[in-house]
């Protein structure tokens, strides 16, 4: 018998998906959305947090960027 779980593969560097693990670890049990970490780069997280790990990624994108001031 075969048991299937669908989910979201996530691919990215070894700094992102420490990120990621950071979030999740972060969260309360009840909520923590990695299915299985595959490797270092590579993730299967629950489909339902998609939006919130790309959000959050952004969100912390713009808080690292530089801009150079005028």
Known sequence: MV???QGVFISC????A???????????SSQ???IH???STRLF?????EQM???AIAEFRNQN???KPT
């Open 3 to 5: 048991n299937a779980i």
């Open 13 to 16: 560097d070894i700094p992102m």
């Open 18 to 28: 420490q990120f990621i693990v950071n979030m999740n670890s972060s969260m309360p």
């Open 32 to 34: 923590r959305f990695i």
């Open 37 to 39: 970490v595959l490797d």
């Open 45 to 49: 997280v629950q489909p339902h947090v």
């Open 53 to 55: 790990i790309r959000s």
């Open 65 to 67: 960027s530089y801009e």
